[in-house]
């Protein structure tokens, strides 16, 4: 996103057990949460807007009620928050047992009849370019530690922790992804929680909203950067 926002301050941290972070356990929603309000405590002189995309919607609600000084609002980018644990096991069942590809070439089929169905194929190949890799074993997987990942489909299972009210919030539901990340029970949370500090908005795009929208994510970006 940062360049469609260059005027625009940029942090984007890799999660625990992904990219350029520790791979170190523990691998929780805490864990991470800790990590990044050490980054902000750090970096940051003032509350900043926290832009969260799936699995960061979860990090970016928790961060704000664990942490409100930090937090001056949220953005939710089809968050995946409190989802089902019978899913959620199948997913990890499934990535468990096919944790790798034999070439490139199946690791991008994978992502184009998925949720990068709509993703500009420029993107997905620099995203294929930097994070797949080729394992000792000579095949090829993506930069994270799997049991990494086995923990975070479990903890994508917790209770919704909602932000504290006066949170500024703007939640993205995009409507191709099926079956959906965002639930009932999160946006009536929410809005009880935030009442007119809250704004739900629906992109016709799969999971990947911050690559298959990159212009709109960006204006909503300014807009609430701009309120703060």
Not at 35 to 59: E, I, K, Q, T
Not at 68 to 80: R, Y
Not at 113 to 125: E, F, I, K
Request: aromatic content about 8%.
């Amino acid at each position: 996103m940062a360049g469609y926002l260059p005027e625009i301050t940029i942090a984007a941290p890799d999660l625990l057990g992904h990219g350029n972070s520790s791979w170190a356990a523990p691998w929780t929603i805490d864990a991470n949460v800790s990590a990044l309000a050490a980054l902000l405590d750090d970096r940051a002189d003032a509350p900043v807007l926290v832009v969260g995309h799936s699995f960061g919607g979860a990090l970016a609600m928790h961060l704000a009620a664990a942490r409100p000084d930090l937090v001056a609002s949220l953005l939710l980018l089809d968050p995946a928050v409190g989802l089902d644990g019978v899913r959620m096991r199948d997913i990890a069942n499934a990535m468990f047992s096919f944790p790798d590809y034999p070439g490139t070439r199946e690791a991008r089929m994978e992502k184009i009849t998925g949720s990068w169905a709509d993703v500009d194929p420029a993107l997905l190949d620099s995203e294929i370019d930097e994070h797949l890799i080729k394992l000792p074993s000579g095949r090829y997987g993506w930069r994270v530690s799997m049991p990494a990942m086995m923990s975070y489909w479990s903890e994508l299972a917790r209770d919704i922790v909602l932000p504290p009210a006066g949170t500024t919030t703007m939640l993205v539901r995009a409507t191709r992804t099926s079956p959906p990340y965002v639930s009932d029970q999160l946006i009536a949370g929410l809005q009880d929680r935030l009442g007119s500090d809250f704004a739900l908005l629906d992109f016709e795009c799969n999971h990947m909203v911050p690559h298959a929208k990159p212009t709109e994510v960006a204006a909503l970006i300014r807009d609430l950067f701009g309120g703060r």
